[in-house]
C-alpha cells in the first residue's frame, strides 16, 4: 500500500540505536527474565497512569485471565462484557471459568451500554468488563455506580488505551483490575507480545503477581496453582523507551484525528464516534461508520490506501461462543456497528498530506 494502515517501521528506526544498546547489554549480562527493565517498567508505566502498582505479564488476554483468577472468578459466575469487542475479552472469561454475557453498545460511542448490561444481568452476575475501544474511555462514572449499586467488580480492558483520560484520571486506574495489551501495534507497544495488570485493588494486584509467577511464594514453594506470564526483558526494553514517547505519540495522532475529522465532516453518511465531555481518547484507531464500508474499503485498496475492520463479527456471532450463549441473542447496536465500521490509516509517523490524499480519496468515492 501506498498509504499503510498502520506502520510500525519509522518507530522501530526511531528507537533501534538506543534499543539496540539495552539489548546488547541484556545480551551480555544474559538477562532475560525479569531484571532491571521489567521492574523499571512496572514502575514506570504505573507513575504513569497513577496506579496502585504493575504487574508485567507476557500479552494482553493473560492480561485478563490473571486478572479474573486473581478476583476469584468461580465456574458458572457471569460476566457482562460489550459484544462489538475483540474476542479475547470475552475468551478470558471462558478461559477463567466464568461465562461470557454479551450486551449490546452505545452506538454513538461504540463502547458498552452500561443500561442494557444491567438489564442483561442475573443472580450470578458477578463483575463487567467494559473496554475503552479504539483508545476513547467508556462512562465509567455509570460503570463505577453501576457495580457499586450492585456489590459487582469490574476489569477494565484498556487494552486500546494506553494514556487515556476520564475526568482528567487514567484509565487503568478506576476497575478493581485493568488489563492492557502491548502488541506493536498499540499506542503503547513492543516489538512482540507483552501485557500488564493495573488497578485499584492493591490485594488483586498482589495475587495477580502471584498467579502470573506459578503462584510461587519462594523458590519451589507454590502457594496457588498459577501460570507462567511474563514479560521478557528484551520486550520491557521496548516499552521502556517508547513509554517516553507516548504522550508525544498521542498528541500527534489527536492531530491528525483533528484533521480526519475536519476535512470530512459532513461527507456522504460518513459518522465518526462521539466523545463525551468527560472523555480525553488516545485515538488507537480512527474509526469511521458507513453503509457502503465495503465499497468504500475497495475504492481506498484501489487507490493503494490501506484499511481495517475492527471488528467484522461481533463476540455474540462468533462460532465459538454459540454452546455458551443463548441462542437467537440480538444486539441490534453491536452487530450494525460491525456491518459499518472502517478504521482509516492512522499511526504517529503519517504526514499531514497522507492524511489529506487518504480524505480526497473518501470524497470522491462519495462524489464530494
Keep these: 500500500m501506498r498509504i499503510p494502515h498502520f506502520d510500525l517501521k519509522p518507530a ?3 528507537l533501534a540505536p538506543e534499543l539496540l544498546a539495552r539489548w546488547s547489554d541484556l545480551v551480555a549480562r544474559t538477562s532475560f527474565v ?12 504505573a507513575t504513569y497512569l497513577g496506579a496502585a502498582g504493575c504487574v508485567a ?5 493473560d492480561a485478563l485471565v490473571v486478572a479474573l483468577r486473581a478476583l476469584d472468578l468461580r465456574p458458572g459466575d457471569e460476566v ?8 479475547a475479552t470475552a475468551e478470558a472469561v471462558v478461559w477463567a471459568g466464568g461465562v461470557p454475557v454479551p450486551v449490546d453498545i452505545d452506538a454513538a460511542t461504540f463502547n458498552i451500554d452500561v443500561a442494557d448490561a444491567a438489564a442483561r444481568a442475573t443472580s450470578r452476575t458477578v463483575g463487567i468488563i467494559p473496554v475503552h475501544l479504539y483508545g476513547q474511555p467508556c462512562d465509567l462514572d455509570a460503570v463505577s455506580e453501576l457495580c457499586a449499586r450492585r456489590g459487582w467488580w469490574f476489569v477494565e480492558d484498556a487494552a486500546q488505551a494506553h494514556g487515556a483520560l476520564w475526568r482528567g484520571r487514567r484509565v487503568g486506574t478506576f476497575g478493581a483490575l485493568a488489563g492492557w495489551s502491548f502488541y506493536p ?3 503503547l507497544g513492543c516489538f512482540g507480545d507483552g501485557g500488564a495488570i493495573t488497578g485499584a485493588d492493591g490485594g488483586a494486584l498482589a495475587r495477580a503477581r502471584l498467579l502470573a509467577n506459578h503462584g510461587r511464594v ?4 507454590h502457594g496457588a496453582v498459577g501460570t507462567n506470564s511474563r514479560l521478557d526483558a528484551l520486550q520491557a526494553a521496548v516499552l ?4 517516553g514517547r507516548l504522550e508525544r505519540d498521542n498528541a500527534r495522532r489527536a492531530a491528525l484525528v483533528a484533521r480526519y475529522r475536519e476535512t470530512l465532516a459532513g461527507v456522504g453518511d460518513l459518522r465518526f464516534a462521539a466523545a463525551p465531555a468527560a472523555a480525553t481518547p488516545v485515538w488507537h484507531q480512527l474509526t469511521v461508520r458507513t453503509a457502503a464500508r465495503d465499497a468504500l474499503r475497495a475504492h481506498l485498496q484501489g487507490a493503494g490506501i490501506g484499511s481495517a475492520t475492527f471488528y467484522p463479527i461481533p463476540v455474540h456471532q462468533q462460532p465459538a461462543m454459540q454452546e455458551l450463549l443463548p441462542s437467537g441473542l440480538e444486539l441490534p447496536a453491536a452487530e450494525a ?4 465500521v472502517l478504521c482509516l490509516p492512522l499511526f504517529p509517523q503519517l504526514a499531514e498530506a497522507q492524511v489529506d490524499e487518504v480524505c480526497a480519496c473518501v470524497r470522491a468515492f462519495f462524489g464530494d
Excluded: D, I
Excluded at 34 to 45: H, I, K, T
Excluded at 57 to 61: D, H, L, R, S
Excluded at 240 to 243: Q, T
Excluded at 337 to 340: G, V
Design 12 to 14: 522501530a528506526e526511531e
Design 34 to 45: 525479569g531484571g532491571p527493565e521489567v521492574e523499571g517498567f512496572e514502575a514506570g508505566f
Design 57 to 61: 505479564v507476557a500479552n494482553g488476554t
Design 80 to 87: 457482562l462484557l460489550p459484544s462489538f469487542t475483540f474476542f
Design 185 to 187: 501495534s498499540k499506542n
Design 218 to 221: 519462594e523458590h519451589y514453594r
Design 240 to 243: 521502556n523507551l517508547r513509554l
Design 337 to 340: 456497528a460491525a456491518r459499518e
